[in-house]
Structure formats: C-alpha cells, structure tokens
C-alpha cells in the first residue's frame, strides 16, 4: 500500500504507550527516520530498538530540525519538556501535545519561538499495543484546541493522516472536557472493578464473564439512548430491593457500599432532573 509522505522529520517526545502508538502510526508518513526522545536515554534507546521503526534522539536539540513534534508525556511533565523544547532554540515546526487536560496555550513559549501550535487529544485508551492501538485509532474522534485557524488546519491534518475524526472544544472547557472523559472511562473500570470483588465474595467463579454481557448491552443500550437506558430497582422505585443492597454490602463488601450509596445518589438525582422522579421518593432518604 503506498504511503503518503506529509513531512520530512517527525519528533515525538515520549516513550509510554501514547507515544509509541504515534510512533507506529507516523513513522511511514516522514521522508527521514522518526525520531523519538524520552527523559531516560536508555529506555528511549530500548524502546526504538524493541519497535525496530524509529531512532532514539540523544538530545531534544535535534527536534528543532522537525516539521512535526509530538509530545506524548504526562499531564505533569508536559509544562518542564515544553520549556524544554523552546529553549533548543527557534523552529518553524507544527508543535502538538496529546494530553487531555490542557489547551494550546500551554504551548505558548513553542509558539513564542516560531512554531504553530495546537493539543490534539485521541479520546481512547491506551492500554500498551501499539498495532491494536493504531487501529483502534481509525475511527476515532481527536479533540482538537489550536492557537488559530492555520494550526488547527495542521491538527487537522495530522488528525485525518491517522484516520480519525476531528473534534474541537474551546481552551477554556479543556478541564471539563477532559473531567467528563475521566468520569467516563476511569470511574467505569472502579466501579467494574468494585462489582467484580462483590461477586467474588458472592461466590461467582468468574465475574468478569457473568457480568461481561450485562455490562456491555448496558454501555450499548446508554450510548443509543442515553438516560432512557436506565433500569433496575432505582427506577421501579423498589425500597425494600435497595434496603436489601445496603444491608448486604455493609456486611460482606463494605469498601463498595460509599460508591454504591453515591452512585445511587446520583441516579436519584438524574431521575429527578429529567422529570421521572423515583416511585418512592423514601429511598433518598434511605441512602443518605
């Protein structure tokens, strides 16, 4: 299949899974070796080595060459390796980060040096394989924040290069949008988690396979419909079935029965803002 070449040196800064699933997916797209930097120069070079692919960079003076950045790193590295990046000196490349947190503005001291900037956040998870990864990224959305309309064409551009689909919100919603995101996913794999260890101490073999397909059709049923979806003793208003929970989790899984009794809480609350108050307006008061 032929590749289309969009640039002639590519720079990622990173070596965790984010940044080794880019590298994977953009190092046919750039005439020279991609070339990767991380904060420990041995695990870089372990890292190009094991992917066979790119070229660990011994300094991120190199990247001032690149007509693309990428930086791949945590939430909390990203302000010290920007700074980092700017005092290498001027560039007139299109620098991005992938975090979800932040907007363009932190990029700041890049653009103050030349470059177009922009966050590009691919909203999926990265669990660590690289190839299921880069599929996975096909199809995706891409939440894009750009200092201006030519860097959010480079986004875009970079965006449609992984076959994603773009997305954008605005730099001053960048924490809610990255809060809802985190409630989503994150929350969702504690609270599987937490029903999974009740199960246990119920006396099921296997939890992950007994609530696997309850928990999908629910997910499925949720993203089709949203609240609607919504079924169970809570909406039937079932005081005595609810009762029945609290009691059996103080007893048996105590560590669950804070998120059980808040999570409850909150799906009384959802009831009630969406005009379908519970039948029995007592079981607020049972959980709290």
């Known amino acids: 299949m032929q590749q ?3 640039y002639r ?48 960079a011994e300094s991120l003076a190199t990247f001032t060459a690149c007509d693309l950045i990428l930086i791949a790193v945590s939430d909390d590295a990203l302000a010290a390796v920007i700074a980092a990046l700017a005092a290498a000196g001027p560039s007139s490349a299109f620098a ?8 363009a503005a932190i990029l700041a001291p890049l653009r103050d040096r030349g470059m177009l900037t ?16 880069v599929a996975r990224m096909a199809g995706a959305r891409f939440v894009i924040t750009g200092d201006g309309p030519a860097a959010t064409h480079a986004a875009e551009q ?4 992984l076959h994603g689909v773009p997305e ?5 919603q960048r924490p809610l949008y990255h809060a809802a ?4 996913a994150n929350h969702l794999v504690t609270l599987l988690a937490g029903s999974c260890d009740a199960l246990k101490m119920a006396g099921v073999a296997d939890p992950q396979a007994l609530i696997g397909p309850l928990v999908r059709a629910a997910l499925e049923n949720s993203l089709d419909r949203g609240f609607a979806a919504l079924s169970g003793p809570l909406l039937r208003g079932d005081e005595a079935t609810i009762r029945d929970h609290l009691t059996a989790l103080a007893a048996d899984s105590p560590a669950l029965l804070p998120p059980y009794r808040a999570m409850a809480r909150a799906t009384l609350d ?18 709290d």
């Not at 720079?11 to 797209?29: D, K």
């Not at 954008?168 to 001053?172: S, T």
């Open 9 to 56: 040196q590519i720079g990622i800064v990173g070596t965790g899974r984010v940044a080794r699933a880019l590298a994977l997916a953009l190092h046919r797209h750039c005439a020279e070796p991609l070339m990767l930097w991380g904060r420990d120069p041995d695990q870089a070079r372990t890292v190009a080595g094991n992917m066979g692919l790119v070229q660990a």
């Open 270 to 287: 959802q009831l009630a803002s969406t005009g379908r108050p519970p039948a029995a307006p007592s079981l607020a008061h049972l959980l």
């Open 168 to 172: 954008y919100v605005a730099e001053a």
């Open 158 to 161: 970079l965006v449609a290069l």
């Open 118 to 133: 922009a966050a590009i956040h691919p909203a999926m998870t990265f669990t660590g394989d690289p190839d299921r990864e």
């Open 4 to 6: 289309t070449i969009a």
């Open 96 to 103: 991005c980060h992938v975090s979800g947190r932040s907007g």
């Open 181 to 184: 995101l985190c409630h989503a």
